[in-house]
């Protein structure tokens, strides 16, 4: 029997991975996405699309089938940019809470709701699913509202609604129109100034949707998953990404203080240019963090495979090669 699935957050990075991946397994699929949305991509794909907004209540009810097998909540703003704040609790707390509500409205069997590491709060060193989130009181808008999206995803167990809740860390591979792949463009460009002194947890976005697909059968009800498992520091993403491109690698990390001293003065000539700087507190905050973690649950549970660095890096720069994008 054919298994149907509905997307938010399809014309994105992990979205269209999801799309391939579940069109390959068979599942018939819908995907949402706004008035606004580049459906480029999106129409490369033999799916359902369908036009709406999770901030709009009404519109998201109409829009998830009923008795869908499988809501995949991909969704999510990852604003690092104090005035766009508004914003973004409006995407992640009050679209997500639309979404939960639709789907118990509508009896849907499962929700897979795509969260973050980041939900995690400021915390440092070694994190695992049992590491207690320091999220509801950061001043960094992403983390709280990442943090305040899964706990109303999680709340609805009580009500009859199947949730499981996915927390990658940095994720690279096709796909990538903005997120690390912005290190590619930097690094061919000689624009990289520096690089944070921070160390992140990454996972190849391959099998990141697979987890995603695998938590919609395989997942503990009310369970969260970090995705991760390849640890590094930024200075070796950084070398790395630039053996890729035959370029000089960088060497040396920017001193946080430094890093944060340049995000402060780029954040206050913001408030009169009114655009967003391209450092700005928030990522000097949560870039000059060392963070490891572990992907032992999601492999044990959920088939997750933990992909070396450079693996999941080729693979990037040879899907942006392919779409001429460097």
């Avoid at 706004?34 to 109409?62: C, H, M, P, W």
């Avoid at 001043?139 to 899964?150: D, G, H, S």
Wanted: glycine residues 8%; positive net charge.
């Amino acid at each position: 029997m054919t298994r149907n699935a509905f997307v938010t957050g399809a014309t994105g990075f992990v979205g269209f991975n999801l799309l391939e991946q579940l069109i390959a397994q068979g599942w018939d699929v819908t995907a949402l996405h706004r008035s606004t949305s580049d459906l480029t991509y999106l129409n490369r794909f033999k799916i359902k699309q369908v036009l709406g907004e999770i901030t709009d209540a009404q519109s998201i009810k109409a829009l998830i089938p009923i008795a869908c097998d499988t809501v995949f909540h991909v969704a999510g703003n990852t604003n690092m940019w104090r005035a766009r704040n508004w914003q973004q609790t409006l995407d992640n707390v009050v679209g997500t809470r639309n979404v939960v509500e639709a789907c118990l409205a509508n009896g849907v069997r499962r929700l897979v709701l795509t969260s973050s590491i980041s939900a995690y709060g400021p915390v440092s060193g070694a994190v695992t699913e049992e590491t207690a989130s320091l999220a509801a009181k950061s001043w960094i808008n992403y983390q709280k509202t990442k943090w305040q999206a899964q706990e109303i995803a999680r709340a609805a167990t009580q009500r009859g609604l199947e949730v499981v809740i996915l927390q990658p860390g940095g994720v690279i591979g096709p796909y990538d129109f903005a997120s690390w792949s912005r290190m590619f463009l930097l690094l061919r460009d000689g624009k990289l100034a520096g690089v944070p002194a921070g160390a992140r947890t990454f996972a190849h976005v391959r099998e990141v949707v697979a987890a995603h697909i695998a938590a919609a059968t395989q997942g503990k009800n009310g369970a969260q998953y970090i995705l991760g498992g390849t640890n590094a520091s930024l200075l070796e993403l950084a070398q790395d990404v630039a053996e890729l491109l035959g370029k000089k690698p960088p060497t040396r990390v920017m001193p946080t203080l430094l890093v944060k001293g340049v995000a402060a003065s780029a954040d206050f000539f913001s408030r009169f240019t009114k655009r967003e700087p391209s450092v700005t507190p928030e990522i000097a905050a949560a870039f000059g963090v060392t963070l490891s973690a572990t992907a032992a649950k999601a492999q044990r549970e959920l088939g997750f495979k933990v992909v070396p660095l450079k693996s999941m890096l080729k693979d990037c720069f040879d899907w942006m090669v392919a779409e001429k994008r460097l």
